[in-house]
C-alpha cells in the first residue's frame, strides 16, 4: 500500500522489500513500477489515496455515521453516489483496470438498500432508520472475513496496482494485507455491535457513545493502523537485511490520532450532557496530556537509518 514518506538516497538503493508498496511514489520522482502503473510526481498525496482501500470503504464509513432516524434515504444516497462515483473514478484513473471486491460490493449493496428503502412500508422503513447502520457494518465485517477466508484479502487488490507482479506472491506483502483487511473488518464489528447495543438495549440510535463515539474510534484506528503498519514492516524487512532506510514509526505514532479524540469527545459530552461531568473534564484532560505525552515520545525505533 503506497503510504510511505521515505525512501532511501538514490545512491543508497538497493534491491526492494516487498512490503507491498510502491517506491516510485515514495521518492516523489514518478519512475514507473514494473507492472507499468507507478505515481508521477505530480499525483502526490491526493493519488495515493485515490488508490487507498480506505477510499473505497467510505460508502460503509459514510452510512455508519450518516444513518439514523429520519436519515436513512440520506444516508444511502450519500454512499450510493459515492459507491458510483468510486468505480468511474477508478475506471478514468487505471482505464482497462477489473473492478475490486470492495467497488462491487459497494454498488450490490447500496444499490439494494435504495431500492428496498424506496418500496419498503412506514415500519419497515423505521426499521431500516434504526437497524441499518448494523446491518451494513456486518456486511463489510462479512465481506472483509470472507476475502481473507477465500486467500483474497479486499486491500490485496489495491496493494497490487501499486507493486510489480513479481512481489504479489511475496509473505511479506501478504501477511500485511491479512493484517489491514482484518484490523477494518474488526473495526466494522465493532461499530456493529456498538450500534446494535445502543439500539437493542439503550433504545436510543442517537445516543452519543454507541451511535457516534465508539464507531468513529473504531474506524480511527484502523485508518491510522492502515498508514502506520505497512511503514513499521518496512522498515522491520530493512533491518533484518542490514539495509539502509527510514526508522521503524514507533507506537506513539499509531495511538496519537486516537488520544487527541479523547478532548472533541469530553466537549461533546459536556455539550450534550452525555455523562457526569467529571467524565468529560476528564476525558478533556487525559486527551490533552495523552497527546503532549506520546508527542514527546522517540521518533523512531532506533536500527534504521537513511
Known sequence: MSLGRNEPAEG??????????????????????????????????????????????????????LVGPGRYELAVGVSLALAVALVVLGRVRHPGS???????????????????????????????????????????????????????????QYAREQVPRERWGDPLFLRTNYLITGAWGAAFLVAALAGAYGDLVLHNSNNLWTGWVIQIAAIIVALQFTRWYPDV???????????????????????????????????LALAFNAGPTWLGVGLI??????????????????????
Open 12 to 65: 543508497d538503493r538497493r534491491e526492494p522489500v516487498d512490503d507491498g508498496r510502491d517506491r516510485s511514489a515514495d521518492d516523489g520522482r514518478g519512475e514507473p513500477a514494473a507492472n507499468g502503473r507507478g505515481a508521477s510526481a505530480d499525483d502526490g498525496r491526493p493519488a495515493q489515496l485515490l488508490d487507498s482501500p480506505v477510499v473505497g470503504m467510505s460508502p460503509w464509513i459514510a452510512m455508519s455515521v
Open 98 to 156: 477489473s473492478l475490486k471486491i470492495l467497488e462491487v460490493a459497494d454498488v450490490v449493496f447500496f444499490a439494494a438498500m435504495a431500492v428496498i428503502g424506496a418500496f419498503a412500508s412506514q415500519g419497515t422503513l423505521s426499521w431500516l432508520e434504526n437497524y441499518s447502520g448494523e446491518v451494513s457494518n456486518i456486511a463489510l465485517t462479512v465481506i472483509a472475513l470472507g476475502s481473507m477466508a477465500v486467500g483474497v484479502p479486499f486491500t490485496i
Open 233 to 267: 514492516v518496512r522498515a522491520r524487512a530493512l533491518r533484518e537485511r542490514d539495509l539502509p532506510g527510514p526508522p521503524e514509526p514507533p507506537l506513539s505514532a499509531l495511538l496519537v490520532p486516537l488520544a487527541g479524540y479523547l478532548t472533541p469527545v469530553g466537549i
Open 285 to 306: 484532560v487525559v486527551g490533552v496530556l495523552l497527546v503532549k505525552s506520546l508527542s514527546r515520545a522517540p521518533s523512531a525505533e532506533p536500527g534504521v537509518r537513511g
